[in-house]
């Protein structure tokens, strides 16, 4: 199978320099891209994700290294970060590590609606078991203040106003069941505009149903809140994001805290590796409260 490539990750490493004594929480283990690295240099890692699907991967792929001895997973949503750290770890943490976003199954296949192209589903959801709002009630039951609202204030698309109608009068005709259908509406509202693009026309419209079917923004508030209670003093703590949302909260949480950090970005080389980091920034501080 082929796994996702893990971001930045010479930078993450630099900055945790993971040590046999350490212990280390990776709560976005996706594929375990990261996690192996600290495993390799002999930390312990305790892992965490949402989508128990790509919990299973990380597993298998860890055995299949034989570095399983001191990984631990854990199944859980990690804006209950606290809940689980007092369970399983309890004991301060030498650093934390979240990479947000998506890995490349859960945006390309998998049949689960985050792909433009995907015809069977508009789900979205990281854990159906656990969630029930899906892409597709939102589209198609959510009012036109509603979409507006999420499609301009979480990924700030320029055309919320004429998109929210579009998907509206589509609606009326035929429920959007799956997510080729709505990037069709987004793509056929671009045609007949003569609006030409970059990315996908529809890449906001799903990046803001994305963030409003698993609570992106919350769950970002919350982890960042907790990252300082389960951290040693002096603990480490990296946060990976992929869009200005998620950079904002980021940022906005370091300067409250008044938290020295550093900021690193992709290097050219990474980018022209691996297309999908030209996005990403990392942000790295520690505990100093
Ligand atoms: C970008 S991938 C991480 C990739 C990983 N660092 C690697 O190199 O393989 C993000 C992962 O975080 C998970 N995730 C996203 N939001 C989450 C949340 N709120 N709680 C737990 N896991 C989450 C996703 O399911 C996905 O597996």
Redesign the pocket.
């Known amino acids: 199978m082929t ?4 971001v930045l990750l010479s930078e993450v490493l630099e900055f945790f320099d993971p040590k046999p004594n350490q212990v280390f929480l ?9 996690s192996i690295e600290f495993l390799k240099n002999g930390a312990t890692v305790y892992g ?4 128990p699907s ?1 919990q299973k991967i ?1 597993i298998d792929r860890i055995n299949s290294l034989n570095l399983e001895k001191k990984f631990t997973p854990l199944t ?4 209950r970060i606290f809940d689980i750290w007092n369970k399983k770890i309890s004991q301060p943490i030498d650093g934390l590590l979240v ?5 490349i199954n ?1 945006q390309s296949g998998d049949n689960r609606g985050f792909s433009f192209s995907d015809d069977s589903s508009l789900d979205m959801r ?1 854990n159906p078991k656990t969630q029930s709002l899906t892409a597709e009630e939102i589209i198609n039951t959510w009012d036109k203040n509603q979409l507006y609202e999420i499609f301009s204030k979480y990924a700030q698309e320029k055309l919320a106003k004429p998109l929210v109608f579009e998907i509206i009068k589509a609606r009326q005709q035929k429920s959007i069941k799956n997510a080729q259908y709505l990037s069709q509406i987004v793509e056929n509202y671009y045609q007949k505009k003569h609006y030409s693009f970059r990315h996908h026309p529809a890449t906001k419209i799903f990046l803001a149903l994305r963030i409003t079917v ?1 609570h ?1 923004f919350d ?1 970002l508030k919350k982890i960042l809140d907790s990252s300082l209670k389960i951290t040693k003093k002096t603990g480490k703590i990296a946060i990976i994001s992929f869009h200005s949302g998620e950079d904002r909260i980021v940022k906005q949480f370091i300067s409250k805290h008044r938290l020295k950090s550093k900021k690193i970005l992709p290097t050219h080389q990474e980018v022209l590796r691996n297309p999908p980091s030209r996005s990403a920034v990392l942000r790295v501080f520690e505990n100093t409260l």
């Open positions: 796994y996702h490539q893990p990776d709560a976005t283990l996706g594929h375990a891209g990261h965490l994700d949402a989508d790509n990380a859980g949503n990690f804006s990479d947000l976003g998506l890995s859960q990281l698993n992106e769950n």
